[in-house]
């Protein structure tokens, strides 16, 4: 009798030791790889040093990775897929005595990310044969030969795929209707990123997607680097190929918001990090992230986290799952 998914399989021992340092901040949201062929999994969590993502991988198995904060990486063989914020992609854990995926989360960042792994018999009977719509990678997990690790290129969490990943954290319907409900939601994940153009026969309109997705990670690479002192947009606009307005455009299309609010997303989690590690105050930690005016960047920390920064240490959804009785 098939085990019921609210009480689900245990962990294999990989994910044990892999999430066993960041106790809370690691939890299931719904599924059971054993028993119904997925599993979604949610992390929040400060990395004090790098942790070996790749031990909770199950073998076999292909990963999607939807990315909110942290940066982490995937390597197969002479491929590296590198996981920054805001972004999506996925990988294929090869098989008992086939070549493994090696990866990490980098130490000093604060990591917010959901995975959904999908075994492969359920990719099987869901997808069916293969066929030149679907992405190499899958193409290959569907058939019959060796299990070969692989990853895919990551790509920007556009706005409908952000609210899809926050509506995975909290689902709208009663607990007797999640299993209806995330097995839709896995299936329309596999929908979005499951399936490619042939390569042979790339569409100019996917060509254009392709350079729209380049120039984002332009940008998001750019204001990372110092979210505190960013670059002018005309100097990124001449890193990207572009000018300024269409640079601007593309970025609000793809991404569902414009730049200065990313920019702004960036110091509050900065500063949210900061708070976190008690050895910086309010104002040290608004200073820190560019800000001159405490006023402006409670006021911009409220819209963020929902509540001042003085009390947000005490309000990080680590510590109140941590506080909550079993």
């Not at 960041?22 to 949201?29: C, F, K």
């Not at 499951?194 to 309109?205: I, K, R, V």
């Not at 960047?297 to 079993?326: D, E, I, K, V, W």
Request: aromatic residues 10%; hydrophobic residues 35%; contains cysteine.
């Amino acid at each position: 009798m098939p085990r019921n998914p609210k009480n689900p399989a245990p962990p294999f021992e990989g994910e044990i030791a892999a999430w066993s340092a960041v106790g809370a901040g690691w939890r299931q949201l719904f599924g059971s790889f054993q028993n119904l062929g997925f599993s979604l999994e949610w992390h929040d969590f400060t990395a004090t040093g790098p942790i070996d993502w790749a031990r909770s991988f199950h073998p076999g198995s292909v990963e999607l990775c939807l990315n909110l904060d942290g940066e982490g990486s995937v390597t197969s063989g002479a491929k590296t897929a590198r996981f920054r914020g805001q972004t999506a992609g996925f990988y294929r854990q090869g098989g008992p005595g086939e070549r493994s995926l090696s990866a990490v989360r980098s130490p000093g960042q604060t990591h917010r990310f959901i995975t959904v792994e999908f075994g492969p018999e359920f990719l099987r009977r869901e997808l069916g044969e293969p066929n030149e719509n679907l992405h190499p990678l899958i193409r290959r997990c569907l058939a019959d030969g060796p299990e070969a690790s692989g990853v895919s290129d990551p790509e920007p969490l556009t706005a409908r795929r952000r609210d899809l990943v926050l509506a995975l954290r909290q689902p709208p319907v009663l607990a007797g209707a999640q299993r209806l409900w995330y097995g839709a939601k896995v299936r329309e994940l596999m929908s979005e990123f499951f399936f490619a153009p042939p390569t042979d026969s790339e569409l100019f309109c996917h060509r254009q997607q392709r350079a729209a997705r380049d120039r984002v990670e332009t940008v998001i690479e750019a204001l990372k680097k110092d979210p505190a002192h960013p670059p002018s947009l005309e100097a990124i606009a001449r890193e990207a190929g572009c000018s300024p307005f269409y640079l601007s455009r593309t970025f609000s299309k793809e991404m569902g918001q414009t730049i200065p609010q990313y920019l702004r997303q960036l110091r509050m989690e900065r500063a949210a990090t900061l708070l976190r590690s008690g050895s910086f105050n309010v104002t040290e930690a608004a200073l820190e992230v560019g800000y001159s005016s405490l006023s402006h960047f409670s006021a911009a920390f409220h819209q963020t986290f929902g509540c001042c920064p003085g009390l947000y240490p005490m309000a990080t959804p680590t510590q109140r799952a941590a506080s909550r009785p079993n």
